[in-house]
């Protein structure tokens, strides 16, 4: 069998060898890659499963019990585990959570933030069960009171319960006994956790929203400030509350302060290299029994940093452990070290979502229902708990070898990118290139798949393709005529990150953490694109590099709200009849509002070096009746990039110009490669011609190719890190035109069918990016497409899945 196995897989060997490396398994190193160029291979001899993005866990005062709040976008649950024998004790499915965890000291009550209902869930604990819960109100429900309980702390008597918040910044006191608040204290911006001191008479808040840590006297009610990094988030004390620990997440590392003198003795740095870029995302905190040893998670290098912290303030870097993806949390009982993943173990295809099911007798589709295996991306990566012995010298040192093999980050990529000397893609920041103006197109949501699964030259699934070559056809000319990419990802996983992560090449742990509860209808606002300071990079996005560095630009409703720009950096810098998100007003019509203003600028030679432009009406209105139909908006995306390639191609500063369109994000639709798969577009006349490119890319390594064609530094170690796309371009300019093709499809279409589908899409709101669940919305467009009683495509399934899983059966 296994013979015959290899003979089939070297027959198609031309087909398999066609494209280069994908997400998942390597089978050379047992690493798993990650859509973003980064590798997992997590330390542990045990692994249980959690829910949807776990953010926090809590040991009980004796070590027998913990608990997890699992605070993702789909189920959200309480689990109850023992962490001596490693097995799941009970779990509660919860409404809504948000962080906030504690057990009382007798371990008869768990304590847990009920998020946007603005309440606090007191769960009674008999038998290792989870059992019948009090709600302690802070306020009415979102959205009549903006309220969302974080960190939780209870004294050890039970007879006062801390909690922060980090909608109304505020500090509430609590009486167990009676469930009351008793007093509420206002904080200088958002909260994140709260921890008592062991003579309980002070509570330590961290500002996640500025730069210090809270002190609150418990007895006078006296406040003070003590200062910290950026995005402080977790706390820890040791054992005698002399020392306070604070992981600062926008500044890879933590601060250790002296409780008594409220000074910071030292800032240990968590990078894995010395380097001033974010992208470490410092978040977790735990102590080894013995208070010797520090084990910091960083959540955007899926490792843990270890430091000998046993003479204070001379803190010794010890090395790192490899863990999950995203570690959110990190703890220490007796030998073991104990890990929440945040995402799990690795990224995975959605070929069966978000789509809708049939019903078990094929009488039609179930009302509202999705696949049963949640395949919408927001809610795909489920959280895993890593159990790790504490590791002795050499086994660290081995560990430390493996975490610096999973990470593409290093100060050598960030001095000189990856390339060739005389591209046009300098390799270097400062190094000439003959390309002066780089045009950035961001549009909304679509996977590869979606929309360019049926061109034959890929690596796509035609089953999966809605918007294909009659619906899109100039975004189809564009990848014939000049490049096709089909192993481009995404780095976010929804548009509240996507737009971040599109402008920043990176989306702060705030982003992360809340973006969940809003796209899963529990309450919140969309705080992405500048619309809240706490969401923000530290340094800022690619237009504040861009006035540093003395690049001119300009953006085209792109960070822009109510025709007004969302960040101080882009006033004076933008399109003022440029639209934002809106979904009444065609992208035609975005076009022709940049070709005015591109034209006005021509002519008194002020083009700007960097334009960001924002096409978006792929996005779509489902089957809102009334609505432009999702075939016309996504017809109507194409003719917009098509004129405006045109328009491009035929003004005199075409010679020098670059053109990069990408989407957002990929969560509205399927892809049998990867959920992050995305397509991407570059024309230009330094760009390849009638070229197919396999090579695998990443919204940061658009990022980094913009930021070296304008002498602009990487922004975080996403960048840094990324493969410029130069193998694109060429050394010789083609200067010949592109010609828009006209729509094959009509791009006044509306909706106006009486079915299941145009009734969901009725209460759809739609002045919002993602503000409609998008398992709804994707499942009206298939239907759209597809037919209202459609059936879906069978699953496809790759050879080397095969072959990885052939091989399990051998070793068994």
């Not at 606090?120 to 903006?146: C, E, M, S, Y």
């Not at 994707?778 to 459609?790: D, L, P, Q, S």
Request: proline share 5%; hydrophobic share 35%.
């Amino acid at each position: 069998m296994k013979l015959k196995l290899i003979l089939c897989i070297a027959a198609a060997g031309v087909t398999l060898n066609s494209f280069a490396q994908t997400p998942g398994k390597i089978a050379e190193t047992g690493q798993v890659l990650l859509p973003n160029g980064w590798k997992l291979s997590p330390a542990g001899y045990k692994s249980l499963p959690l829910g949807d993005l776990p953010l926090n866990m809590q040991l009980s005062a004796s070590g027998k019990l913990m608990a997890v709040t699992n605070n993702g976008q789909s189920t959200q649950s309480i689990q109850l585990i023992d962490p001596k024998s490693e097995e799941q004790l009970d779990e509660k499915i919860v409404g809504k959570s948000w962080y906030g965890l504690a057990f009382s000291r007798d371990e008869s009550k768990l304590y847990a933030s009920g998020g946007n209902d603005n309440w606090i869930v007191a769960f009674h604990l008999q038998n290792n069960k989870i059992g019948r819960a009090d709600t302690i109100k802070l306020g009415n429900p979102w959205p009549q009171n903006k309220i969302c309980p974080t960190g939780i702390a209870v004294n050890k008597s039970n007879t006062k319960l801390y909690t922060v918040t980090k909608e109304d910044s505020a500090l509430y006191i609590i009486d167990p006994a009676s469930l009351k608040v008793v007093n509420r204290v206002k904080l200088a911006a958002e909260a994140y956790s709260c921890i008592l001191s062991p003579d309980e008479k002070t509570l330590y808040i961290s500002i996640w929203g500025g730069s210090e840590v809270t002190c609150y006297n418990t007895q006078t009610g006296e406040m003070n400030n003590m200062k910290a990094g950026s995005h402080p988030n977790e706390l820890l004390l040791n054992k005698t509350g002399s020392i306070l620990y604070v992981a600062n997440a926008n500044d890879n590392s933590v601060s250790v302060i002296n409780t008594k003198t409220h000074k910071t003795i030292e800032v240990i740095s968590t990078a894995l290299y010395p380097t001033k870029l974010t992208g470490s995302t410092t978040n977790g905190l735990a102590l080894s029994p013995d208070g010797k040893t520090l084990y910091i998670a960083n959540a955007d290098n899926n490792c843990l940093a270890v430091f000998d912290v046993s003479k204070t303030g001379s803190s010794q870097s010890r090395g790192f452990i490899p863990v999950g993806w995203y570690p959110t949390v990190v703890k220490a009982l007796g030998s073991k070290i104990l890990v929440a993943n945040g995402k799990g173990f690795t990224s995975m295809a959605n070929p069966k979502g978000p789509q809708p099911i049939k019903k078990a007798d094929n009488s039609g589709y179930q009302k509202g229902a999705v696949n049963s295996k949640e395949q919408y991306i927001g809610g795909l990566f489920k959280g895993t708990l890593s159990f790790i012995n504490a590791p002795e010298e050499a086994q660290l040192k081995v560990y430390t070898k493996q975490v610096y093999a999973n990470t593409p980050f290093n100060d050598k990529v960030t001095a000189l990118a990856a390339g060739v000397e005389g591209n046009p893609i300098p390799r270097r920041v400062g190094d000439k290139s003959p390309i002066k103006h780089v045009f950035y197109i961001i549009k909304e949501n679509r996977t590869y798949d979606q929309v360019l699964g049926d061109m034959p030259q890929g690596n796509g699934d035609t089953s999966l393709c809605i918007f294909g070559n009659k619906v899109t056809p100039n975004h189809h000319a564009i990848a014939n005529e000049f490049v096709l990419l089909d192993n481009f990802y995404v780095d976010a996983e929804v548009s509240a990150d996507g737009h971040n992560w599109s402008t920043a090449a990176y989306a702060t742990d705030f982003i992360e953490k809340t973006w969940p509860t809003s796209y899963g209808g529990r309450g919140g606002n969309y705080d992405s694109e500048g619309t809240r300071r706490a969401g923000d990079p530290r340094d800022g996005y690619i237009w504040d590099y861009c006035k540093r560095a003395g690049v001119s630009y300009r953006t085209y409703g792109e960070f822009a709200d109510d025709y007004k720009p969302n960040i101080k950096v882009l006033e004076g810098h933008y399109c003022v009849q440029s639209p934002s998100f809106d979904l009444n007003i065609k992208d035609i019509k975005r076009e022709a509002i940049w070709e005015h203003d591109f034209d006005s600028l021509v002519n008194i030679n002020a083009v700007p070096q960097l334009s960001t432009v924002r096409i978006s009406n792929d996005h779509t209105s489902g089957q809102h009746r009334g609505a432009i139909s999702p075939i016309a908006a996504v017809g109507d995306n194409d003719q917009a990039i098509g004129l405006f390639l045109e328009h491009l191609s035929k003004s005199p500063i075409w010679k020098e110009s670059v053109v990069f369109i990408l989407e957002d994000d990929a969560q509205n639709g399927p892809d049998h490669i990867d959920a992050h798969r995305s397509p991407v577009f570059v024309a230009g006349p330094f760009v390849k011609r009638n070229a197919v490119i396999h090579d695998m890319y990443s919204t940061s390594g658009v990022l980094r190719t913009i930021e070296l064609i304008l002498g602009l530094p990487p922004m975080s170690q996403y960048d840094a890190a990324a493969v410029p796309l130069y193998d694109c371009f060429n050394n010789t300019p083609d200067l010949s035109t592109y010609t828009a093709k006209p729509a094959q499809v009509d791009l006044e279409q509306r909706n106006v069918a009486v079915n299941e589908s145009s009734k969901k899409s009725q209460s759809f709101n739609l002045a919002k990016e993602d503000a409609v669940p998008d398992l709804l919305l994707n499942e009206v467009i298939w239907k759209y497409v597809k037919g209202e009683n459609a059936t879906l495509p069978a699953p496809k399934r790759s050879a080397f899945v095969i072959l990885e899983k052939k091989k399990k059966d051998d070793d068994d």
